[in-house]
């Protein structure tokens, strides 16, 4: 993928994420990517250094946490003004559903192999908001709602600091109550454990809750799609839930359309049956579950039903006005306060990086991808082919050319490299990276590497040989290789001669 201004937001995590920092920087300079790094400080600084990077025009926002992270990052990018960057993701959290979902390693460095072999691509992304409150009255069967007025209101107040808009999924019900009490230290520490835990303490005081959906858009608006008892509504705009299951597996990524599952609330031993369906990972059936889809939704629930976006609980005061908070807290009744959501699909909002071996299974329509793979794939095979043809013609003159003497002093004195992973870069001029570690000379301690081999690199094997670069695809990880050429501060070596 061609890049010439990167911004990396990392969410630190402890510390855990700045450990792989230096490998991760290596493989982005190695591309020619002139990255930028900003470090999140305090919660919604990830939001804010997203949009600070795309209201600067960065070409590239890359996210390194996880699914949290990555949600920060799109909702700062949605928010910037103009052109939207492309975002980009190194796996690095508790939650990795996004690089699941894609296909893209959970190492970073590898991680970061990929992006720089990526594509970006058009996605919908689903957004939500208040659109009002209804409170009930004193008087039986009076309801007051909000005013279009109040509902505008809250929508610009509200943007600054809440997160609108979700790439992978929303939920309201158990699973927001669960991410909402799970300790972020816990989680640093213990990883998805953490969430168990939460969820233990969470399920046996979690009830069923009145939910009513509606159409939302054209001639149906106001049409009443369902009404009943729910213990969980998901929202997906993918497939993949928490990583364990496809709650909406008919979700397409650039159909304009989200999908709805609703798990309903029924006899106490249907509804054990539903929560341990999924704790065995498996898909809600469907005589305890509907599912509904629509481009544009209203989902009204109390409003002490707690929401999340992509796996991180929302507060719902932060979509809401002063003055609407405020009725909250006087309303007499306030269990019976229905809090009404307006769910919409934006079609194609967002390029997001997708690395280039990625199947498509998320888009509709990938016949196009698929038969452009293959092609791809034939003229590799190819190129391979013609390069290893090339290399036994050429083997008694070029092998000759390689001394002896001169190998040996290279593997002497050249730089050993151990391959952490390697990646072919569709830019001819660039060829391949590959990223890995090297001991210092002075005081043995490994250092991240990534070295950039071109046309004008010459590779030889320990043998004398001369080698195409078709052998570089398959080096072992753990393999050593000993390299020729200058390093930078960031730990790009340009190579003049690789010997494999």
């Known amino acids: 993928m061609r890049c010439k201004k990167a911004c990396l937001v990392i969410n630190p995590r402890s510390g855990q994420n700045i450990v792989k920092l230096p490998d991760v920087m290596a493989v982005l300079s190695a591309a020619g990517w002139d990255t930028d790094i900003a470090i999140k400080e305090y919660g919604g600084h990830t939001m804010e250094l997203a949009n600070e990077a795309a209201e600067k025009g960065y070409d590239l926002v890359i996210g390194y946490g996880g699914d949290g992270t990555l949600s920060q990052v799109v909702n700062g990018v949605m928010n910037a003004k103009g052109q939207h960057s492309i975002v980009g993701l190194i796996p690095g959290g508790t939650a990795n559903v996004w690089a699941s979902e ?39 069967g009076n309801r007051q709602q909000g005013s279009a007025k109040k509902s505008q209101k809250k929508k610009v107040k509200s943007s600054a600091k809440a997160k609108h808009h ?83 597996p008919n979700a397409y990524i650039d159909d304009g359309i989200l999908d709805v599952c609703v798990i309903t609330a029924g006899d106490p031993l249907s509804t054990m049956q539903q929560v341990t369906s999924l704790l065995l990972r498996r898909k809600p059936d469907n005589m305890t579950s509907e599912f509904f889809h629509g481009a544009h939704l209203y989902i009204s629930v109390p409003a002490s039903i707690d929401l999340q976006l992509d796996g991180s609980a929302v507060k719902l005061n932060d979509y809401l006005s002063k003055s609407d908070r405020e009725a909250l807290e006087q309303a007499e009744d306030s269990e019976h306060v229905m809090v009404n959501y307006r769910f919409d699909a934006l079609p194609s909002a967002l390029r997001v990086a997708f690395p280039v071996a990625y199947d498509d299974a998320l888009f509709e329509d990938s016949s196009g991808k698929i038969q452009e793979q293959h092609e791809a794939a034939q003229e590799e095979q190819k190129q391979s082919e013609d390069e290893s043809s090339r290399e ?38 660039l060829g391949y990276i590959i990223a890995g570690s090297t001991a210092k000379r002075s005081t043995g301690e490994a250092k991240p590497v990534a070295v950039h081999i071109d046309d004008d690199t010459t590779i030889v094997r320990r043998t004398g040989e001369s080698a195409s670069s078709a052998v570089l695809q398959k080096l072992p990880e753990g393999g050593d290789i000993v390299v020729e050429g200058k390093m930078s501060k960031r730990g790009v070596v340009q190579a003049k001669r690789v010997v494999v």
């Open 166 to 248: 979700f790439l992978l999924m929303s939920g309201l019900g158990l699973d927001a109550a669960v991410m909402g009490h799970v300790s972020k230290p816990l989680k640093y520490r213990i990883g998805p454990l953490a969430v168990g835990l939460s969820a233990a303490k969470e399920l046996p005081t979690h009830h069923q809750f009145p939910v009513e959906i509606r159409a939302a858009d054209g001639g149906r608006k106001g049409e009443l799609l369902w009404q009943g008892e729910a213990l969980q509504v998901v929202i997906g705009n993918t497939r993949r839930y928490a990583d364990i299951v496809q709650m909406t």
């Open 102 to 140: 894609i296909g893209l390693p959970t190492d970073p460095i590898k991680a970061a192999l990929a992006l720089i072999n990526s594509e970006p691509r058009k996605v919908d992304i689903g957004h939500v908001e208040v659109e009002s409150l209804t409170f009930p009255e004193a008087n039986p």
């Open 392 to 429: 036994g013609d050429q083997h008694t003159d070029e092998g000759q050319q390689q001394t002896i003497e001169h190998l040996e002093a290279l593997l002497q004195n050249g730089r050993k490299v151990s391959v952490a992973g390697v990646t072919r870069v569709q830019d001819k001029k």
